[in-house]
Structure formats: structure tokens, C-alpha cells
């Protein structure tokens, strides 16, 4: 790593400097959306339907309506009165906001109780009697898309089967010539299973729209609160310039808070019904039944392969589940997310991917959980493709993946499915983390338990992340470019206030983009405010999700932070009686080049640039960047797993846990890697505990945290990080992104563990989560 | 009914419906925030409080089962002396990121801390099980309870 080059007083980057939004959260001064008491405010609760597929013949409202408290049940043909019985999602689809024909699935948004008190406002749900007429529900895309099933989307114009997109990518014919050339195929086929990002705080909105002035401010836990102010004005009319979104404190978002949700929506409408403030927060069981889900996606992986162990090529067939609307939350030009990416961190010339996706009855989503777009995924279904090959072609794992990297000096690499990764050292990450686990003892210990009858296994992921969404030729969210933005003042007296597009949910940006600032202009990251997620107060941005803020926002941060610096020394010149090209600057410090005891501060520049300036300038000290990044960035890892599998129940234990990450330059290594910890959390997660199913009438089983097992401290397992830092060449300061690389990269360590444990058997895929039952099972029929 | 509880030292008398669960009262009639609802059915640990000095989840607590009792909430873990251990080592040690979690698993990490004043990794762990947090993976939290921990000790020792 490299040495900081500010000191600690100054906190610029490479320090550890302590979070400053802890101070309000420790004492419990947060602002939480359900925090905000606006005075005269109503209560919103959804009635959701209990059916996964019915059509809807009647609702009956009256003896709610007459409740005392209630002040208006809202329902599809009222929004439909408006216009807004239905909205557009993210993916092109429309969803229904309360639901006027059919449900689709188990806890659509049917109707919403508007009440003085939130008790009563669920009270009266009870009071509503809704006719449905049962329809058969579908609840796997292969039924799905089998001949003669009932059609799901009936209301669509021109939709005759229930096919939600299609998307291909690669050269197939280049892949087939690849295919024809191998000594074997590996194949898995394996199915990566619906999960939920489920926050610790679920979602919410308070809506408080002046009737007379036509104002809207609109509190919502949301990722991205700019593109939601306008996305509001496009679906409900509402002029932009009246819209205010604010999102306070996040309680987590890992992609869960980037959707419009329907209660947003009907919310908002109510409160300009009504004229009063108007507030719904869900339920745990609404977040976990209703909003964005992520993944469900069924993948067949063939890996064209030499008897050296030489990767030829890649196919992929795919089949996601959508859910009852295509609602992923993507960039407009990929309907797969960046599943390009499934190629890895390997040097092979073909690939080809073909994918589709269904519509079930269930809840949509689709939503980047702790990922760039499918990212996940496709790392998943490469690192377990290439772990199986290594078994079929009779070498080492880690051997495997060393004589096929990339290596550094083919950067700027161009894969088989045209992304350009801009670095990397692939092999000295490797090595390292195999190194620090002590590999070769660990095989030979694996070899020794083995003829005891114990099973242990070795796990590798060496994934590669595409992030920082993205360059506006190829990257839109509903037509809008994903750059992202940053507005830098500093005061007279050298304080500053930096305002952001990006939105924090607990990644700690009010404290690592000040120092970004601090690193280029010297003013101590404590004297530099943080503000982001008030559109009226903040520049134009994309929002926090795909790893994207230190990529693109941090790149903004850092460009006009130099913008600063350039004015600044110009006004150090004049201060000096200096030439402007001999100041130099450091750690906030303007000298004169070759006379060192000639210098004034920033602060000193501060006051100046509102004081005493050189003839012709303008006054303050201020400035706005959009910046459009050049490039992704493509943070990788190397993530070894040791596992003890009890043979008799099926239960496995992690013994060690290495995780070795390159995100380029660390901003403050300690937010880095509690973001790493906090990731490899969720993907051991989703690996052994977490998921998301439903029976075969559709009934979503994991309504709750009793039956959606999120883990605890109990089950969490210990990590050991490591680092490596190849900077991003495009980068103004050579970062990479984070936030999600740890989600990506260790599920497919932690099952590649459980496979190597059983892989002398004959095992090669248990599906997540790998529960103890199915690992049972799966020694049971191997042996 | 009429109700009465001490929250953080000060008597709060009021008539609730018996329905009214502690945390919404804690919340919304008596307007202290730090205490969080995330799951509904106490398996998320976010509305923990301290009743009587042991942690309860606020959420399936009826504020009429409160009546009498001495209720902490993080807003009470601070005192005329500065920030509570646990809150000074959550800081120190990362312990924290969305926050949301936080405010229970301080109350947890203190009312452990007072009973056991050297518990081991595993020890803390187990406490803490009951409290769920999405951002940390629990690292950083186990090792601010244990910091706090040792302050404590290392402070009474000195005294």
C-alpha cells in the first residue's frame, strides 16, 4: 500500500480517519425516514394480496372507509381516474401500481387505508373485502414458458406468451469453432437462487405535497434521489422544479432502495388528495414479499478446455426469473445487467451467451443486490465452471487458474465479450492470498484427513468486477447519462461544504470523500462538510448503487477539487508576488518553487478569494464537476475458503476464510475494509443460509426473519484480508469501487469449499444455499 | 391505561391504549428515535432496550408491561461524564456503518459488559446473536464491545 501523503491532522488519502457520521448515530440522533414527524401527518398501510394469480372481480371498501380515523381507502380505479393505476419500471416493462384487473402475485399492492394513527390505518386493511377469482399460478420460469400457460401479462399490448426479454452477447460462431477445437466440454448447470437485499431498515416515504403552492417534498429512502425526482416528474406530471426528494439516513440499501416501489407512489398521490403530509414505512414481511428481489437465475455453463488445462471458450444459456413484472433495475442497454463479465479473470478468445427471461407469478425485482448489474452471477457460474474444470482435467484448482489468467501486461485486455478491463495483476493476487493460507500444507492436510474419513475442502474465487457505471455513450438509467456529479465551496475561512449526487446508506462518504478533498487541496477532511441525498441542495447524480460512487462521484470530487487548486494557486501567485507556474502545492501549503519560506495556506488562499485577488478574477472559491468516466474500473480479488464437511449430517464449517482484494487506491483502509467484511457477510449468506422460495401455489416462504435466515454474529465466519494495489490508470486518484466486490467474488469460494470437500467423489455442484440436507444428499448418492 | 415509565431517569406518565407496543410508545408518544423497528417480530433486535438493565426488543414488549419499570434507550447510554464505552469503541473500532443496528447492539454490548467484565469473542458473539446487522459482518462490532470492555476494566483498575 502506498504511505499517505498528507498528514494525519490533514486525513487526505490512505488514512484511517475516523467516521464523522458516527457522532449522530451512536448518541441515537440519526434521521431515519420513519424518524420525520411532519406535523398533521397520516398513516398509510397497503393491503396486499394474499393469491399469487386471481383476477379481481370486486373490492368493497365501504366499512373500512367508515372506520373512525380513516380518512380514504385508495384503489386501482382511483388511481386509474388519475392516470396512475400503472407506472414504467426501470427495464422498459409497466408495473401496476394498485392492481385494477389481476394480481400476479402474493403481495401486490391491491389497496391503501389512509388514517390518522398507523394502528388504525392496518386495522381498516381488515375491513376490506376484496373478490378474487382464483387463476392457476406459475411459479417456475420452465412452467412458464412451456406451451399452452396461462398468459401472466394479459394486459399487454402485443404479449402473447410470457417471455419478458431475450439478450445474446459473443461471437457464436467463434465459440462453436472453440468448442470443436477442446480435448473436453465441463458443464454446470446450476440454479443461482432469488435472494433479497433486505436492509436492516425497510423502505419507506413520507409525502408532503402543498396543494396550493403545488410543492412536493418527498422524503424516501432512496439510492438515488435525484433520478427519482425525476422519474416522478415523469410518471405523476408534477413539474420538476416543485419536486424536492430528500433522503435522509439510510438503514442500508444494497440495491433494495433504488426501485420506485407502488406505495411511493399511491402515497404520494394521497398526500395531493388529501393536502396533508402522508407517511407508509413497510413491514419487514412487505420488504421481504413485495420489494426488488435479486437474482433467480437458472445457468447452464459449458467450458471448452484443453488436456493442458488451456480455457478455449465459454457458452452460457440462461433463464431468469422476472417475476410477474421486468422491473430489474439496469442500465438501459443491458437486459442481463453486465453479465459480460461472466468471461472472468481469464485469457480466452471466445464466448457466447444466450439468455431469456420469464415472467412467474411472483414478486419483481431483479435489483443489483450488493452487485454491479448480474455481476454476481456471472462470477458465480465462471469461478465454479473453472474449479469443475480443473477436477475433469486432473490439476490443481489454483493451477487452473494460473496457467489461464490474463496477464498484467496484456492491460488494457479486451475480453470475448468486448468489455476492456483497464489493469490488473492477477497472478501475484493469487499467489499472495494462496501463500498467506498456506496452500500446499493445506492440500497435503486435506489429503491425510481424507484417509481418516474426514472431509475437508479448499475453495478459489478469483473474481473480476465491472463498476462505476458508467461512460455516457453506452450507460443510461431510463435515459438518463449515469454520470455523476460534485459542487465544492470553500468558505473564507477555509472550511468547505462539498454537495454530492451520490447518496450514502452507511458506506461512509461523508467522511472519505472529504478526504479526497482534503488529499487535493490540503484543508483537514474534519473542517470539510459532506452533503448528498436533498436534491434542492445537491448537483445532478445517478445515485449509490454498482460500486459506482467512488468511480464516478469520487472522480467528480477529485476533478473539482483540482479545479479549486488551479484557481487557488493563481490567488497564492498574487498573494506571493509570484509567477502562477512556480506555486506548488502541498498538504495545503502554496510555496514558491525553489524558495520554500515563501508560502501561504489554503486558508490564507480562502479568505483571499473573497477578499484580495489578483486583477480580472472572479470572486469565491467555488465549483461544479460532472464527470463522465472514460472506462469501468475493475476491482478483482482472490478469496480462498477452507472447509470441514461432517460427513454424517452434512454440515460444514468454514475454518479459514482469506480474502485478498485489489480496489486500487485505498481512500481510508479501514471504511474499505469494513465494507469487505460486511460483504463477505452476505455472500457467505447466500452460499449457506439465504434465500427466497415459494410453494406451488406461490406463497412466499421467507416472509420474515424467522424464515428468511439472514446470519448472525453466531454464524458469521472470521475473515482474513489482505491487499494488493494496482491503481486504476483512468481514475483521477486511481480508486476502484468496493462496496460490492466481497457479495461478487465469495459466494462461488465458499461452494467451491463445500465441492472440493466432496469432489473426490464425484461431486461437482450442490445448488445454493448448500444446506446440510443437500450436502448429505449429495454424498449420499455419490457414495 | 394509565401508564408510568422511567426512561432514561426522567418519569413519563401516560394513558395508552393497551395495545400500544413499548417501542411505539418509546417513539412516537415520548419522541425518543434512536430506537429502531426492523423486523416486527423480534428477530432483528433493532428496537432493543434496556428494562430494568436487561435487554428486551422493544417491538413485542406492550408499553402497559412497562408500567413501573426503568427503561434505557440509547439515548440514555451517554451521561454527564461523556459517551458510554461501547459508544466511544463503536466509533474507534468501525463498528458501525448504516447505524441502523446500532443503537441495539450498544444497549446489548453494555448490559454484557456490566455483567461480564472480560467476555471472549465467542462470548460476545453470543450476546450478541439475537441482533442482526447487514453492513458490518459483526467483526468490527465484536471488537468494539470487547475495546469497551477492556476500558472499562483498565479504568476501574486504575481508580
Given amino acids: ?122 386495522d381498516a386493511l381488515e375491513h376490506i373485502e376484496v373478490d378474487y377469482e382464483e387463476l392457476p399460478p406459475i411459479t417456475t420460469p420452465q412452467q412458464s414458458l412451456e406451451e399452452g400457460a396461462a398468459l401472466i401479462r394479459d394486459e399487454k399490448e402485443g404479449q402473447t406468451d410470457n417471455l419478458a426479454y431475450t439478450w445474446e452477447t459473443g461471437d457464436q460462431g467463434a465459440t462453436e469453432e472453440a468448442f470443436a477445437q477442446a480435448d473436453r466440454v465441463v458443464t454446470l448447470e446450476t440454479h443461482y437462487p432469488r435472494s433479497h ?6 423502505c419507506g416515504i413520507v409525502a408532503d405535497v ?33 419536486i424536492r426528494i430528500v433522503s435522509p439516513d439510510i438503514g442500508g440499501g444494497f440495491g433494495n432502495k433504488v426501485p420506485i416501489y407502488p406505495g411511493y407512489v399511491v402515497a404520494t398521490a394521497a398526500s395531493l388528495l388529501i393536502g396533508q403530509p402522508v407517511k407508509w414505512v413497510e413491514s419487514r414481511t412487505e420488504n421481504l414479499i413485495s420489494t426488488g428481489f435479486a437474482r433467480d437465475y437458472y445457468m447452464k455453463g459449458e467450458l471448452a478446455v484443453t488436456d493442458e488445462g488451456r480455457i478455449l471458450g465459454l457458452r452460457v444459456n440462461m433463464l431468469s426469473d422476472q417475476g410477474a413484472f421486468y422491473s430489474d433495475a439496469q442500465p438501459t442497454q443491458f437486459r442481463a445487467g453486465l453479465f ?105 492436510e486435506q489429503a491425510e484427513a481424507r484417509a481418516e474419513g474426514r472431509l475437508i475442502g479448499i475453495g478459489i474465487a478469483h473474481f473480476t468486477e465491472a463498476v462505476g457505471a458508467g461512460p455516457s455513450r453506452t450507460y443510461d438509467i431510463a435515459g438518463l447519462k449515469m454520470i455523476d456529479s460534485a459542487e465544492l465551496r470553500v468558505h473564507p475561512t477555509g472550511k468547505a461544504i462539498l454537495k454530492l449526487g451520490v447518496k450514502t446508506q452507511g458506506q461512509g462518504h461523508e467522511t472519505t470523500f472529504a478526504q479526497i478533498v482534503a488529499e487535493v487541496l490540503g484543508i483537514p477532511a474534519n473542517d470539510i462538510k459532506v452533503e448528498h441525498g436533498d436534491t434542492d441542495h445537491t448537483p445532478y447524480g445517478l445515485g449509490t448503487y454498482a460500486s459506482r460512487s467512488t468511480p464516478v462521484g469520487g472522480a467528480a470530487t477529485a476533478v473539482v477539487a483540482r479545479k479549486l487548486a488551479d484557481k487557488s494557486k493563481k490567488i497564492a501567485a498574487h498573494l506571493l508576488e509570484a509567477a502562477d507556474e512556480d506555486i506548488e502545492l502541498a498538504s495545503g501549503v502554496f510555496s514558491v518553487a525553489g524558495s520554500p519560506d515563501r508560502s501561504v495556506t489554503i486558508q490564507d488562499v480562502a479568505l483571499a478569494a473573497y477578499t484580495n485577488l489578483p486583477e480580472g478574477m472572479e470572486y469565491g472559491l467555488e465549483d461544479v464537476t460532472y464527470y463522465d468516466p ?121 461452494v467451491n469449499a463445500v465441492i472440493d470437500a466432496l469432489a473426490h467423489l464425484g461431486v461437482r455442484n450442490i445448488d445454493m444455499p448448500v444446506l446440510p440436507d443437500r450436502v448429505w444428499a449429495a454424498i449420499d448418492e455419490a457414495s | 391505561m394509565e401508564i408510568t415509565v422511567t426512561i432514561n431517569g426522567s418519569d413519563h406518565a401516560s394513558d395508552v391504549e393497551p395495545r400500544t407496543l413499548l417501542v411505539d410508545h418509546i417513539r412516537r408518544t415520548v419522541g425518543l428515535t434512536g430506537t429502531h423497528v426492523g423486523c416486527d417480530t ?43 464505552p461501547v459508544q466511544q469503541a463503536f466509533t474507534d473500532d468501525h463498528g458501525l456503518q448504516c447505524g441502523f443496528c446500532t443503537p441495539g447492539m450498544m444497549l446489548v454490548g453494555a448490559s454484557l459488559i456490566a455483567e461480564n467484565a472480560d467476555p471472549s469473542d465467542d462470548e460476545v458473539r453470543w450476546a450478541i446473536s439475537g441482533n442482526l446487522c447487514r453492513c458490518t459482518g459483526y467483526i468490527n462490532i465484536v471488537k468494539a464491545i470487547r475495546t469497551a470492555a477492556a476500558r472499562v476494566a483498565e479504568s476501574s483498575n486504575g481508580s
Fill in chain 1, 1 to 122: 500500500m502506498a504511505a499517505p501523503t498528507t498528514p494525519a491532522e490533514i486525513g487526505g488519502i490512505g488514512h484511517s480517519v475516523q467516521r464523522k457520521e458516527d457522532a449522530r448515530l451512536i448518541e441515537g440522533q440519526g434521521n431515519f425516514l420513519d424518524d420525520i414527524d411532519l406535523p398533521s401527518t397520516l398513516h398509510m398501510a397497503i393491503l396486499r394480496s394474499p393469491l399469487a394469480h386471481a383476477r379481481i372481480n370486486g373490492i368493497d371498501s365501504s366499512a373500512a372507509t367508515a372506520l373512525d380515523g380513516v380518512l380514504a381507502v385508495v384503489t386501482g380505479d382511483l388511481m386509474d381516474q388519475h392516470g396512475l393505476a400503472w407506472m414504467p419500471t426501470l427495464s422498459g416493462d409497466t408495473q401496476a401500481v394498485l392492481a385494477t384487473d389481476k394480481v400476479r402475485y402474493q403481495g401486490q399492492e391491491v389497496a391503501a387505508v389512509i388514517a390518522t394513527d398507523p394502528y388504525i390505518a392496518t
Fill in chain 1, 197 to 202: 437485499p433486505a436492509p436492516l431498515e425497510t
Fill in chain 1, 210 to 242: 402543498n396543494s396550493v403552492t403545488g410543492q412536493a417534498t418527498i422524503y424516501m429512502t432512496s439510492q438515488a434521489p435525484h433520478a427519482h425526482r425525476t422519474l416522478f416528474a415523469m410518471v405523476a406530471g408534477l413539474p420538476e422544479q416543485n
Fill in chain 1, 340 to 444: 459480460h463479465v461472466v468471461t472472468g479473470s481469464y485469457d480466452f478468445g471466445a464466448a457466447h451467451i444466450d439468455c431469456k427471461g420469464a415472467f412467474t407469478n411472483k414478486a419483481p425485482g431483479g435489483v443489483a443486490y450488493r452487485c454491479s448489474f448480474r455481476i454476481t452471477e456471472a462470477s458465480y457460474l465462471i469461478e465454479r465452471l473453472v474449479q469443475n474444470a480443473a477436477y475433469e482435467v486432473g490439476i490443481d484448482p489454483a493451477e487452473m487458474r494460473l496457467r489461464n489468467f490474463i496477464q498484467p501486461e496484456q492491460f488494457p485486455y479486451e475480453t470475448a465479450t468486448g468489455f476492456v478491463y483497464d489493469s490488473g495483476d492477477y497472478p501475484t493476487a493469487l499467489r499472495t492470498a494462496l501463500d498467506e493460507v498456506g496452500y500446499e500444507d493445506l492440500r497435503r
Fill in chain 1, 630 to 750: 472514460p472506462n469501468l474500473t475493475y476491482p478483482y480479488g482472490s478469496y480462498i475458503v477452507v472447509v470441514e464437511v461432517d460427513p454424517d449430517t452434512g454440515v460444514w464449517q468454514v475454518q479459514r476464510m482469506v480474502a485478498l482484494d485489489d480496489c486500487g487506491v485505498r481512500i481510508n483502509p479501514m471504511i474499505v475494509e469494513g465494507q469487505i467484511c460486511g460483504g463477505l457477510t452476505e455472500g457467505f449468506a447466500m452460499s449457506a443460509m439465504q434465500w427466497i422460495t415459494f410453494d406451488d401455489d406461490g406463497n412466499c416462504i421467507g416472509a420474515n426473519f424467522m424464515d428468511y435466515l439472514v446470519p448472525t454474529a453466531w454464524e458469521t465466519p472470521r475473515f482474513e484480508l489482505l491487499a494488493t494495489e494496482v491503481p486504476s490508470p483512468h481514475h483521477p486518484i486511481g480508486a476502484k469501487g468496493v462496496g460490492e466486490s466481497a457479495t461478487v467474488g465469495s459466494p462461488a469460494a465458499f
Fill in chain 2, 42 to 84: 423480534t428477530s432483528c433486535g433493532a428496537c432493543t432496550v434496556l428494562m430494568d438493565g436487561k435487554p428486551v426488543k422493544a417491538c413485542t414488549v406492550l408499553a402497559a408491561q412497562a408500567d413501573g419499570s426503568e427503561v434505557t434507550t440509547v439515548e440514555g447510554l451517554k451521561t454527564a461524564d461523556g459517551l458510554h
